[in-house]
Nanobody
C-alpha cells in the first residue's frame, strides 16, 4: 500500500528525511502514521497526520521530527533532525482510522516493509 524510502546512516545531531509514497491512489485520503521498531524491541508509534493535516508526535521525537504531506509527490514525509543514537530503528508508515489508534497499538512491520535508520555517535 505504501512504500518507504530515505533511510540510511547519519551521525548524532544530523538529519534525515523519510518518504512514504502511495501508488495508484491519493495519500491525502488517508491518515498516515510513522512507526519504528528498534532491534529487539516492539513497535513504537512516532508521528501521524490526519486528513485535516492535524499532526501529532511521540514525546521522544517532539520538537525534532516533523511530519508533512507533499501533495506534488503524493507522499507523507518525516523530517528527522537532531538525531540521537536511540532513533536507530526500522521506520515504516501505516494507515489507521485515526492517529490515536496507531498510537495506542502500533502494528508490527510486514513483508520487507520499512526503511532502516542507523544513527551513530
Amino acid at each position: 500500500q505504501f512504500v518507504e524510502s530515505g533511510g540510511g546512516m547519519a551521525q548524532a545531531g544530523g538529519s534525515l528525511r523519510l518518504s512514504c509514497a502511495a501508488s495508484g491512489f491519493s495519500i491525502n485520503m488517508w491518515v498516515v502514521n510513522w512507526v519504528r521498531q528498534a532491534p529487539g524491541k516492539g513497535p513504537e508509534w512516532v508521528s501521524g497526520v490526519n486528513i485535516n493535516d492535524y499532526s501529532a508526535y511521540a514525546d521522544a521525537v517532539q520538537g525534532r521530527f516533523f511530519i508533512y504531506r507533499n501533495n506534488a509527490r503524493n507522499t507523507v514525509e518525516l523530517e528527522m533532525t537532531s538525531l540521537k543514537t536511540e532513533d536507530t530503528a526500522l521506520y515504516y508508515c501505516v494507515s489507521s482510522a485515526a492517529i490515536a489508534w496507531a498510537k495506542a497499538r502500533p502494528p508490527e512491520p510486514v513483508g520487507g516493509q520499512g526503511t532502516p535508520v542507523t544513527v551513530s555517535q
